[in-house]
């Protein structure tokens, strides 16, 4: 039973792939609620569980925040950057195209954690593993996710969603049917991640 279950486990995480297009199939609020509740089950320190989780499906609010993710990047490849007006123009086509993959699915969920919670010097990465858990049970249901950190800016998801200065952003992802499902990326050996015992 327990190689089984190891099976399944394995056959999610390796199936599991970013996806930066959707179809417009719904997704049904009993599944986005087995989505977060694994996520509320991932790991977190001093069991603080400092996470928020923002669901948008709204699809006037997740145009607008297309919207506001453009100017966002054309905004800072102009005055970061310091892109030629002609190189944004470039830049736009890109982005609109990314901003519209991306958010073509018919939910976004944004993972927020609490920076005033006790243990919030660690809270980051307890956003991460929630993470990780809501991408492996979208995989398991059949959805596809992407974990989103600056594709679409933090300043246009604040901006849109009114997020308070309380929360800290962790990712935005979307949940929903892939167009298609991606080849599986080149993995490197395990070896060649793995040390034993020490370093020399």
């Known amino acids: 039973m327990t190689k089984k279950r190891f099976d399944v486990l394995r056959e999610i995480i390796e199936g599991r792939r970013t996806v930066r297009r959707y179809t417009d199939a719904p ?66 086509a890109a982005q609109t195209d990314y901003v519209a993959g991306c958010l073509s699915a018919p939910v976004l969920v944004a993972i927020l954690i609490d920076k005033e919670a006790k243990w919030a010097r660690y809270s980051r990465h307890d956003g991460a593993l929630a993470a990780a858990n809501l991408m492996l049970a979208a995989r398991a249901l059949g959805y596809g996710t992407i974990y989103g ?33 991606p080849e599986a990326p080149a993995r490197r050996d395990l070896e060649s991640f793995v040390v034993y015992e020490r370093f020399g």
């Not at 087995?34 to 790991?43: E, F, G, S």
């Not at 970061?80 to 944004?88: D, I």
């Open 27 to 92: 997704v049904p609020d009993e599944d986005v609620r087995r989505i977060l509740d694994a996520a509320r089950h991932a790991p977190s320190s001093g069991n603080e569980q400092p996470w928020k989780f923002l669901v948008v499906r709204d699809r006037e609010r997740i145009d607008a925040l297309g919207a506001a993710a453009v100017r966002a990047t054309l905004d800072y490849c102009r005055t970061k950057l310091g892109m030629s007006e002609a190189k944004v123009e470039e830049q736009r």
């Open 149 to 181: 950190t600056d594709g679409i800016p933090e300043t246009a998801v604040r901006e849109v969603f009114s997020i308070p200065e309380r929360y800290e952003f962790v990712i935005l992802t979307p949940i929903g049917v892939p167009e298609s499902w």
